[in-house]
């Protein structure tokens, strides 16, 4: 289906902090824009506030002045919603409140043709809810932006189950003009973002409420070694744990309760006591001032004379660490293994990427008297920190060989209680297997539910081209022992990953 033309009229009703950025978008992209909010002056209040914005990049020679005089004049308050009625497209984005939303889309369906396509910027509301009732719910989608509007890439498009395709089609279509990167999703509770998302927060959340590591270290762990762009502390610090807290509860409670979205009490606690974040001052960090930063619990720098580092079996995901070692100018000697799997040796000593056991049980498993466990890092070739855990076999002697390892590839070592699948490996099964879900109940494609956390919310890899790059069978194997570790649904593996790793499929051809 074609994008509507630019000289088709866009309207946008709630010129609040969604709204406004919305319309700003559309009038970026060409098209005339018709803002209503039904509070007074606030329509006007909008378009001057998206003038400033656009002005601050005019003072940084981001754009031209008569650039942004150009989108301005495209945009027009209106004084009621009947003004809106030759538009093309109406993007609702009010109070999220369901009863309003049906009351709005009721008074649309009156006012407007019976072309005219009707979108809701719910985050959280069904839009089958909304559009149940009216004559002609076909024509309403969900076109979900995330915060700031202007800015961020994604546009998640929500077909209810009266949706035609076709209006899906056109809406995608359009956000595409519009420079966005656009996704199909059923509607369904979080719809992606709000949904994969999940696991970031909640494995960050119990990792800290058993103790494993405190949350500088945690952050640390999965910016450095994750690649993630923020740690999960600071992100829901910069969120507001209220709005966090309230987005868990209610995907929790949208899926009747099912333990993979449980919401943390550590955050519950955070909310009663009105630590929030950063907007009140004080979360998990203090904002306040003369308050000190709080440094990662990294292990100081040891030294040893490191024996020579044996690599055995099929590295895998772990040869760029190897060949990392051999470029540091450790004497690095390569050997088969009767199982094949991937171990490394120095001396006494044997060090694996974890599996989703935690060492104590592993080294049993495997007969192994010491044990150190590694966390998986985005890229070992580049990656600047890392997590390890140790059996209890391993004496304070092996724990500086361990440490000392690291340290002369230039990585950070934060010990963690041992605890399985470690910080970035449990984040990264949890998020693939939320999104292999997704994928499994027809939510979004693989390639869809990708590009959704990448564009919105910045993950360096798609979770599910991650659990490709991993092994489909390795990601499974993981989440079935945390599953054994702790006893708990949360952690079931999903169905997909078990089915296309028995097929030896991928996610992504
Ligand atoms: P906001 O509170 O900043 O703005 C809402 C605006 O709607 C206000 O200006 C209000 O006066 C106006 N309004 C309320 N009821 C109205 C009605 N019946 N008719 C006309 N105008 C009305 O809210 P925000 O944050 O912009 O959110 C709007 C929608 O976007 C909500 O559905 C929200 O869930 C969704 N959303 C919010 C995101 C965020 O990060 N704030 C991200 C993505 C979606």
């Known amino acids: 289906m074609p994008a509507l033309a630019t000289s088709d009229i866009i309207a946008v009703i709630g010129a609040?902090?969604?709204?406004?950025?919305?319309?700003?978008?559309?009038?970026?992209?060409?098209?005339?824009?018709?803002?209503?909010?039904?509070?007074?002056?606030?329509?006007?209040?909008?378009?001057?506030?998206?003038?400033?914005?656009?002005?601050?990049?005019?003072?940084?020679?981001?754009?031209a002045q008569a650039e942004v005089d150009a989108i301005v004049s495209r945009m027009t308050p209106a004084a009621t919603l009947a003004e809106l009625a030759d538009s093309r497209l109406v993007v609702e984005a009010i109070v999220e409140n369901l009863e309003v939303k049906r009351g709005v889309f009721a008074e649309l369906e009156a006012l407007?043709?019976?072309?005219?396509?009707?979108?809701?910027?719910?985050?959280?509301?069904?839009?089958?809810?909304?559009?149940?009732?009216l004559e002609r719910p076909e024509r309403v989608a969900g076109l979900h932006f995330f915060n700031p509007a202007p800015v961020m890439k994604l546009v998640e498009v929500i077909s209810g189950l009266a949706t035609d395709a076709e209006v899906a089609e056109t809406l995608y279509a359009t956000a595409a003009a519009w420079g966005k990167v656009p996704v199909h999703a059923s509607s369904t509770p979080g719809f992606i973002v709000n949904r994969v998302a999940r696991p970031f927060y909640a494995e960050a959340l119990r990792l800290m409420q058993e103790g494993a590591a405190a949350p500088a270290t945690l952050d640390a762990l999965l910016r450095q070694a994750g690649g993630f762009r923020m740690g999960p502390f600071e992100l829901m610090?910069?969120?507001?744990?209220?709005?966090?807290?309230?987005?868990?509860?209610?995907?929790?409670?949208?899926?009747?309760?099912?333990?993979?979205?449980?919401?943390?009490?550590?955050q519950q606690a955070l909310v009663e006591a009105g630590r929030l974040g950063r907007k009140s001052g004080q979360g998990f960090y203090d904002y306040r001032e003369g308050a000190e930063p709080v440094e990662p619990d990294f292990?100081?720098?040891?030294?040893?004379?490191?024996?020579?580092?044996?690599?055995?079996?099929?590295?895998?995901?772990?040869?760029?660490?190897?060949?990392?070692?051999?470029?540091?100018?450790?004497?690095?000697?390569c050997r088969e293994s009767i199982s094949g799997e991937a171990r490394l040796r120095l001396g006494g000593l044997t060090l694996a990427l974890s599996d989703g056991r935690c060492a104590a049980e592993r080294a049993r498993d495997e007969g192994l008297?010491?044990?150190?466990l590694f966390d998986l890092c985005l890229d070992y070739e580049t990656t600047s920190a890392i997590a390890l855990a140790s059996s209890p076999g391993v004496d304070a002697e092996a724990r500086t060989l361990a440490a000392a390892l690291f340290q002369h590839l230039g990585l950070g070592v934060a010990w963690l209680t041992d605890t399985p699948g470690l910080a970035v490996l449990r984040t990264v099964a949890m998020l693939a297997n939320e999104a292999a879900d997704a994928v499994l109940q027809c939510v979004c494609s693989a390639r869809d539910g990708d590009l959704a956390m990448q564009a919105g919310v910045n993950?360096?890899?798609g979770p599910l081209a991650w659990a490709d790059a991993l092994g489909l069978a390795f990601v499974h194997r993981t989440l079935t022992h945390l599953q054994q570790s702790y006893g708990e649904e949360r952690y079931r593996p999903s169905f997909l990953l078990r089915r296309k790793a028995l097929a030896e499929e991928s996610f992504h051809v």
Request: with cysteine.
């Open 112 to 133: 407007c043709g019976p072309d005219t396509l009707l979108a809701s910027n719910t985050s959280s509301l069904s839009i089958t809810s909304i559009a149940a009732g």
């Open 299 to 333: 292990a100081p720098a040891v030294e040893a004379t490191l024996p020579p580092l044996v690599a055995e079996g099929q590295l895998g995901a772990i040869a760029p660490l190897v060949a990392r070692a051999e470029a540091a100018g450790l004497e690095v000697v």
């Open 237 to 266: 610090d910069l969120i507001g744990h209220d709005v966090n807290y309230a987005v868990t509860r209610s995907v929790f409670d949208a899926y009747y309760g099912d333990t993979r979205f449980e919401p943390s009490l550590v």
């Open 459 to 461: 993950y360096p890899r």
């Open 16 to 63: 609040g902090a969604m709204g406004a950025g919305i319309a700003q978008v559309a009038a970026q992209a060409g098209h005339p824009v018709r803002l209503y909010d039904n509070r007074d002056g606030a329509a006007q209040a909008g378009i001057d506030g998206v003038r400033r914005q656009l002005e601050k990049r005019v003072a940084r020679g981001k754009v």
């Open 369 to 372: 008297e010491a044990l150190v």
